[in-house]
């Protein structure tokens, strides 16, 4: 159902999405006490290029995917919000490069992220849905979840690990080209961490294999794969345009659709391989 051939999609996602970190120079991030908080090093001198990158989306089909090894061999891993790999390795792998969180986990879970080893390993990123296309400046007096302070004290007790605030403009430079690129209208909420950490990843990395944002033959109502819980809007979306984020990635699959159906793979080209 998508308008766009999957090249002029992968060129429009490109140059459109502006993947950045909140900075000194981001308006009410530019005072003295911020200053002590941000991290010295800019996002892309901490992470520089990466080669082969695995996202792992939360999905319960990675449970028994025996996965792991395969994900591991990647350069770099990027997981979301609490996953865990302890105990999960085999299906999930153990490596940790990057961790994106949304700003709900570290405000009302605050206690569990300030206390859980989980979070002490590799760059951490967190997100806040913002108001649609808003200046920093209106996005900082009114994020959706008020986590300054968490993220202020996380980085008292972690100085040493590099914790960056995604700049809020990519989720609706992304969002707008989820509408564009749908047939019917979309709720207007920001995209999932998944997506957002997809198309993070493809600034940062040559190739990127995604593992159960597109689900397997393993499909389950089974929300997450380190939990119980059993609600099929995990898979297909409720708050997030999560149906539209799948499409889309479906779209730009590089990799096959027997890849798809036994290890819930899809695999996209880094936006440096993008030729436009
Ligand atoms: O569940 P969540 O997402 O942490 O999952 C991370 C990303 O994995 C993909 N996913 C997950 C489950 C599933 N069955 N299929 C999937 O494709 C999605 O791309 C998802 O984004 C989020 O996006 O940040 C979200 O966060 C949770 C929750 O806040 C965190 O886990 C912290 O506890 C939200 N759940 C609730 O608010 C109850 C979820 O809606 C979105």
């Known amino acids: 159902n998508a308008k766009l051939s999957p090249e002029k999609l992968l060129c429009q996602l490109r140059d459109r999405v502006n993947v950045t970190m909140i900075q000194r120079s981001d308006g009410p991030f530019g005072t003295s006490e911020w200053l002590q908080y941000l991290p010295g090093k800019s996002f892309s001198e901490a992470v520089g290029q990466l080669g082969r990158c695995a996202v792992v989306s939360s999905a319960g089909s990675l449970k028994s995917s025996h996965l792991g090894q395969e994900i591991d061999s990647h350069d770099a891993v990027l997981r979301f919000n609490g996953a865990p790999v302890r105990g999960f390795q085999d299906d999930v792998g153990q490596k940790t490069t990057i961790r994106l969180v949304n700003s709900q986990l570290v405000t009302v879970e605050e206690q569990q992220f300030l206390k859980e080893p989980l979070y002490n390993t590799g760059i951490l990123i967190v997100w806040d849905p913002a108001p649609y296309h808003a200046e920093i400046h209106e996005w900082y007096r009114k994020p959706d979840y008020n986590f300054f302070e968490s993220y202020k004290a996380y980085r008292r007790a972690h100085p040493e690990q590099p914790f960056y605030i995604l700049n809020p403009k990519m989720q609706w430079q992304l969002w707008d080209i989820l509408q564009e690129n749908s047939l019917e209208h979309i709720q207007p ?54 149906l539209f984020e799948k499409n889309l990635v479906k779209h730009m699959n590089q990799g096959t659709d027997e890849d798809i159906y036994t290890h819930g793979k899809v695999t996209l080209p880094g936006f440096r391989k993008v030729q436009c």
């Open 189 to 242: 909420n920001p995209p999932s961490s998944g997506m957002l950490g997809i198309v993070l990843m493809m600034t940062l990395c040559d190739q990127v294999d995604v593992y159960e944002f597109l689900p397997s033959k393993r499909q389950t109502d089974i929300c997450h794969y380190y939990q119980k819980f059993h609600d099929h809007a995990c898979t297909m979306g409720a708050y997030h345009p999560l």
